[in-house]
C-alpha cells in the first residue's frame, strides 16, 4: 500500500512573515480571508475551516488576543492570532495565554516564534522521510512523530508551569464545546 504524503505542504510554510501582515486594520471577515489564505497549506486533510468568528471571538473573550477596535483588527492581533492558531493545537489556551504574558510585547514575541518556527520546520525536513514507501513505513512515522509531539508537549508543559502569568483558567466553560474543543 502506497501512501501519499503531506510533507511538502506542511514543512513548505514558512510562517507569515511581519511584512505580509496588512498594516491597516482589518474586520472580521477580511481577518478570516487573510488567515484562511496564508495558511492553506496547513488546512486539515477534511478540508474544515481554519478559522472561524467563533474561535476568533473565544481568543479574545479568553483574553488572548486584544479586543477589536471599532469592530477593526490591527497587525499585532493578526500576529497574536497566527501564534494561538499554531500553539492551540498543542496546548491549552490558559497555557498560551501563560506563554504571551511572559513573552514581552507581541511584536518582539512574535519574531522569536516565527524565529523558532523556522528552526523547527528546518529540524523536522531533514528528519520527516519525504515519501514513506510502504504503509507499516508510515505507520512507524506516525508513531514517532505523535510520540515527539507528546514528549515535547510534556516538556512545554513543565517549563510553562515556572512562568510568571495568569494562574486562573483563561477559558471560561462556555467557550467550550461538549468534546473540549473551541465552539
Do not use: W
Amino acid at each position: 500500500m502506497r501512501v501519499k504524503s503531506k510533507k511538502v505542504d506542511v514543512l513548505s510554510h514558512e510562517g507569515v512573515h511581519p511584512g505580509e501582515i496588512p498594516q491597516l486594520e482589518l474586520y472580521m471577515d477580511q481577518v478570516i480571508r487573510f488567515m484562511e489564505s496564508r495558511l492553506d497549506g496547513l488546512r486539515p486533510a477534511g478540508g474544515e475551516r481554519l478559522i472561524t468568528k467563533t474561535m476568533i471571538n473565544n481568543y479574545v473573550k479568553a483574553g488572548l488576543i486584544d479586543k477589536p477596535r471599532q469592530k477593526r483588527y490591527r497587525p499585532e492581533q493578526l500576529m497574536a492570532l497566527v501564534m494561538v492558531f499554531h500553539l492551540k493545537n498543542v496546548t491549552s489556551m490558559n497555557a498560551i495565554g501563560r506563554l504571551f504574558a511572559a513573552g514581552g510585547d507581541s511584536e518582539t514575541l512574535y519574531g522569536r516564534f516565527l524565529r523558532l518556527q523556522e528552526e523547527v520546520r528546518r529540524e523536522k525536513d531533514k528528519t520527516v522521510s519525504p515519501e514513506p514507501q510502504t504503509g507499516e513505513e508510515t505507520v512507524d512515522q506516525v508513531i514517532r512523530l505523535l510520540l515527539e509531539a507528546d514528549l515535547c508537549k510534556r516538556q512545554a508543559e513543565a517549563l510553562l508551569a515556572g512562568l510568571e502569568g495568569p494562574r486562573e483558567p483563561a477559558v471560561r466553560p462556555e467557550t467550550k464545546g461538549k468534546d473540549g474543543h473551541d465552539k
